[in-house]
Every structure is written in structure tokens, then in C-alpha cells.
């Protein structure tokens, strides 16, 4: 026989009883629905994904997993705004999760807020200084705001402590190239071809600065070997203008191609 309470007490007891058996939060129901979008998002079912990550915040407002599919989701939808406001709660559910640092930096960075981009990526080193992403995307934030210096001082600390980073030497590269310094830049290309001889974009990178010193065999060495490797680039059409251009000109090569040291 169950317990029997009668008048005010009985009134207390029982509310008691309903908070017992009414749960805080349905956390299967928000787990089941997390699930289900993660399945639609990853066959790029992006817009049934999101009705599902809704649906699981709805039945627990603090679900991580749910604000973080849902960043991804709009990501891959390219609607920064909204990837910045569900990475934004996710950071705050989880505020030592570097991968939600580094994607929300990115989205800062595709909204334009660029502060904010930089002190995601400044909070990510504080958590792990050996986090070289997040170096990487502190220089990229540095070029676009034209601090170069800066942005050359982090590039030259990435590849001092990872020198195969390939992206670091690429953006070196082509930054020293903006500023004129073709004959560095040549060298970055060159050491980035040595890391990875299947590094196109490198061997673009060196075809240009020959060309801006005026190495014309060197040039046109170069540019054709990023044809052979990439013959229907957007680029494509320029470079062999451009090929047609230097083989007319016959100018000499004014620098010895021996004083280009890799390195």
C-alpha cells in the first residue's frame, strides 16, 4: 500500500512526486535528433539537418553537439553569420574545445570581423602554443590587416618549428612577392617544391618571381610545368599569353640562375 498524505502536506509531497517524474531536460530525445541530423549532414542533407539540430536544442538548450553540427551545417551553406552564433553558444558550452576556436576564427574571418577572428585564434594559442593552425590563421589575420611585419615574424616561427609546413611557405611566398622581395619569395617556392614536388601553386609562385626578375628561361621553365600539372586552371589561358609573350621578347636572363640558393 502507498504512502497517504492528507491537507497541506500531502499538497507538498505530491508536487514532489510530479518533479520526479517529469525530467529537467529530455536528453534521449535531444541525443536521437543530434544523431538523426548528423547522418543528414553528412550526405549534405544540410537544410533536413538543421530542422533536426533545432529539434534537439529543444529538448536541451545545452547541447553541445547539436550547436556544432548545426555550425558546420551552415558552414557548408556558406551563412557565416549564422556559423559564427552556433559556434558562439557551442564555445560557451565547451569553452576548451580548440576545433570550435579555429572554426569560429575562420567565420569571424569570413564576416570580416577580423579583432574578433584574432582573439579566437590568440585564446587557441593560450590553450596550446604548439598549435600550429592557429599561428597560421593569426598570420593570414595579420596580412589582412596589412601588419606584414607581423605576419612575417609568424610565418618564419611556423617554419622554424614545422619546416614542412607547406601553407606557411606558400603565404610567405606570395606576401614577400606583394612586397617586391621576388628573389625570397623564389626561394620559399623553391623549398616548398623540395617538401612536395606535387605542390602546384609553388611552382606558379616560382614562375612568377622569375618572371619579375626577369629570368626569362627560368620563367617559362616554370609555367609550363604548372601547365603539365594543372592544364585546365583558371590560370590556364594568362600563362599561355604570357608564355607567348616571353618566348617574343627574347630578353636576356639578368641574374645567374646559380645566385638562387634553396634553402
Sequence with gaps: ????ATGKVADKFNDLINKVHIPFKNTGKSYEHCIKADALRIQDYFLESIAEYKKAISFDKDN?????????????LDMSEKMVESFEI???LSPFDKEIYVELGMGYLKTGEIALAMSCFR???KLDPDFTEAWFQLAMSHELLNENEM???I??????QKDTHLGAYNNLGSLYMRLGKHFEAAGLFLRAIEINPQFSRAFLGLAIAFDKMERVNDAIRYYKKYLEMKPNSANTIYIIERLEALRTEKRPSSRSHLKLVSF
Excluded: C, E, Q, W
Design 151 to 153: 605576419a612575417i615574424d
Design 123 to 125: 585564446t587557441l594559442i
Design 64 to 76: 553541445f553537439d547539436a550547436y556544432r553540427g548545426l555550425g558546420f551545417t551552415y558552414k557548408a
Design 1 to 4: 500500500m502507498g504512502i497517504v
Design 90 to 92: 557551442a564555445k560557451k
Design 155 to 160: 610565418y618564419n616561427k611556423i617554419i622554424l
